[in-house]
């Protein structure tokens, strides 16, 4: 790696069995900048954004003029890590000509790689992804874009018919060329069965230990929503708290006049000052 210090699709492949690999979703140039010193492999852009930094319900409303916005500031913040940018809803649905056309606007915008949610029946459309020269990360099992339109965000691979299906749905993708696949909210022995079962890393969420990677939600690991806990987040952090009481401290010292001290204040040039001073007869 010498010369180089941007990880790509080659050192992410190289991985697989040897190290895990290390995911945050990242959404702007601060927090990117963060993440990347502290040695995250892959920053994901992921539409979750329409949810934690936009305060809509689900992702559906996330269009492609936000997405560019939010990879182009990752960007700006990141030297190391790999960062991938998520198709958002109604950017690849219509075709695959539509689909390329928006996964270039996202690597124009900063991102090395697209990400896409679906199985086989997107098949043509990462192809030509693919085909167009953009690495692109599958992401199958629960698929937040679509569930929260059928049957709600759900546990899958539960059943023995569920499981081959992804089992099915990741072969097809490694044939179609995808670098490594998001596993969703899958149980953990049907992640098993697919991890071992392709070439390329999987990267899990909510989907227990034997993935070849793990992604968490930035917002969700460092605690910026006190109420909200899914049971396959690990928080690193309580920054909700933390704001909020430095935040208190902050109205707290301006409504009593405690801040700003003598050491947050500039004062005119001493001579000037005097000078004034005597011509306005202070
Ligand atoms: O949008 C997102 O953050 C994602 C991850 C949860 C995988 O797709």
Known sequence: ??????????????KKGKEKISVLTAYEYSTARICDSAGIDILLVGDSAGMVVLGHANTV?????????????VARGTKRAMIIGDMPFGSYQVGPSVAVENAVQLIKAGCDAVKLEG?????????????????????IGLRPQTSSL??????QGRTKEGAIKLIEDASVLEKAGVFSIVLEMVASEAVDAITKSVSIPTIGIGSGPSCDGQVLVL?????IYQDIRPKFVKRYAE???????AVSS??????????PEEANTFHMDAKELDEWKNERRI
């Open 119 to 139: 199985g086989s029946e997107i098949i043509d459309t990462i192809k030509a992804i693919v085909v167009a020269g953009i690495p692109v990360m599958g992401h």
């Open 250 to 259: 902050y109205n707290h010292d301006i409504k009593t006049g405690m801040f």
């Open 61 to 73: 409303p996330v269009g492609m003029q936000e997405m560019m916005i939010f990879c182009g500031a």
């Open 239 to 245: 920054l909700s708290k933390e704001i909020f009481d």
């Open 219 to 223: 917002h969700d690991m460092l605690g």
């Open 150 to 155: 059928w049957e709600g965000y759900k546990l």
């Open 1 to 14: 790696m010498q010369g180089r210090t941007k990880l790509n699709v080659g050192d992410i492949l190289a």
